[in-house]
């Protein structure tokens, strides 16, 4: 398998760095024309955030292909109601399209209301509803008036930027209809709303459970668990902890500028970034002592506890390489600090969203040499993986083909995993899953494997003792020095 044939789109280079030479990387701009980006729609980004609201009904305002982003592809858990499991549409078709949808929309509210009764309604905007000029602001206006519950319009257009322009108006979205509205008077004074978690497969059960035996109590989950009552209530807690920066800072700021609520950045994978996320809330409460104390006692015991079976598992990957691909950049901080963990190197690194702080901060953190890439496609993707020869590709539900198709090893951190990866315990998790992977004896047979690249000398001067000229020439040692 070559990469000589993967050429660079000259548009594309300044969002490369190859390792080489003096860092410099622009990032934070549309996606190239052409390029095939990795990257989703505002849509997606508004869904991604706002779907795991398990108590709420969520109704894609569109063509059916929108509402093909289902519980099914993100599969956030809920530990009561699951409403957000079930897919609504309005279905568009081009009579819709050429009278309009507005009627359509409506009737859809009224009746999906009636039946399932939830505690709020997210009418999400699709591509072709900007493009007829359907006001799906006031259809949810009036249907509020009519219905008595909160009918959320998301100004979530697929073609009115990247996924971080859905990101903006989920958030958007939040904070101009729910918080606020609720009543926070048994709110407590150690608490913390926790921004940016999913729920995939239970992690911020583990992460509340955390915070709950440090004695700080949990009023919110954005959006992973979510539930409507309890964003109603969120301006009651003391401080915002945001895990996925890019989807969800922007709530925390608003947050901040109206009521006050102070935020920090932190990330719930490996097991420096995980006690960080502990230690620095326990930070912000100081006035009382024992929640820094039993933070600490808590982060000792997890450690002891994972430490031999992680150093068990380094002993195989030691100096084995990685390739990192995520939505957001923060997270790509904490796998490179996990993978160092269990002793493999990041090669190959980058994000769809990430800022220049992002970038500047992951070249610091990087092994020596580290592409960094911002918005790649799969031509790029391929290019350096091959080049770099990674031993494991970390990403999502679009990396995945990629890597399979390469004969690379791979773990998905995104949508579609069932294990949970977060916390201590999912640490563990997360190097049993990339042991099993890199480990695997199947990618001895797959063609970059089997197959190795020639070596670059093709004229033996002198030889073995037993090789003949013929055999030199296939030959695949890397250490008789290639006859010459
Ligand atoms: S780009 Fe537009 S049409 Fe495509 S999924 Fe997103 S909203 Fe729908």
Request: some cysteine; aromatic content about 8%.
């Amino acid at each position: 398998m070559s990469t000589e044939n993967i050429e660079l789109l000259e548009k594309r280079k300044a969002q490369v760095h190859d390792g080489k030479g003096a860092f410099e990387m622009a990032c934070e701009k549309a996606s190239v024309a052409g390029s095939v980006s990795q990257r989703a729609c505002s849509f997606c980004g508004s869904r991604v955030v706002l779907y795991p609201i398990a108590d709420a009904l969520h109704i894609v305002h569109g063509p059916i292909g929108c509402a093909a982003y289902t519980w099914d592809i993100r599969g956030a858990l809920s530990s009561g109601p699951n409403l957000h499991r079930l897919s609504f549409s309005t279905d568009m078709q081009e009579q819709d399209v050429v009278y309009g949808g507005e009627k359509k929309l409506a009737a859809a509210i009224r009746e999906l209301a009636k039946a399932y009764v939830p505690k709020a309604v997210f009418v999400y905007a699709t591509c072709i509803v900007g493009v007829i000029g359907d006001d799906v602001k006031a259809v949810c206006k009036s249907a509020e008036a009519e219905l008595g519950t909160p009918i959320i319009p998301v100004d979530s257009e697929g073609f009115k930027g990247s996924k971080k322009a859905g990101y903006h108006a989920a958030c958007d979205a939040l904070m101009n209809h729910l918080v606020g509205t609720g009543d926070i008077s048994d709110v407590k004074p150690h608490s913390i709303n926790i921004l940016g978690d999913f729920n995939l497969a239970g992690e911020i059960w583990m992460i509340e459970d955390y915070y709950k035996k440090m004695g700080v109590d949990v009023v919110c989950r954005i959006t992973g668990d979510g539930r409507v009552e309890d964003i109603r209530k969120m301006h009651g807690a003391a401080l915002n902890v945001v895990q996925c920066s890019g989807s969800v800072t922007r709530l925390a700021e608003m947050i901040k500028q109206k009521y006050g609520i102070p935020y920090i950045r932190v990330s719930y994978f490996g097991i420096e970034d995980m006690s960080r996320s502990l230690y620095d809330v326990a930070e912000v409460f100081k006035d009382d002592p024992t929640i820094m104390e039993r933070a600490k006692a808590l982060v000792a015991s997890e450690v002891k506890r994972i430490m031999p079976e992680l150093m068990r598992m380094k002993k195989d990957l030691e100096g084995k390489r990685a390739a990192i691909y995520t939505g957001g950049a923060f997270k790509v901080f904490s796998l490179v600090r996990s993978l160092r963990t269990i002793g493999m190197k990041s090669v190959v690194a980058g994000s769809q969203t990430g800022t220049r702080e992002d970038y500047q901060q992951l070249h610091e953190l990087c092994d020596e040499g580290a592409v960094l890439l911002d918005d790649t496609n799969p031509d790029e993707l391929a290019k350096f993986v091959l080049e770099k020869d990674v031993d494991l590709f970390i990403g999502g539900v679009k990396e995945r083909p990629i890597a399979y198709k390469l004969g690379v090893a791979f773990c998905d951190h995104n949508h579609e995993r069932k294990i949970a990866l977060a916390g201590f315990e999912g640490l563990v998790n997360f190097a049993k899953e990339v042991h099993a992977s890199v480990m695997s004896p199947v990618w001895k047979f797959v063609p970059r494997r089997a197959n190795p690249k020639p070596k670059e000398h093709t004229a033996p001067r002198s030889m073995p003792i037993g090789c003949t000229p013929a055999m030199c020439m296939s030959c695949t040692s890397s250490t008789c020095g290639g006859g010459s």
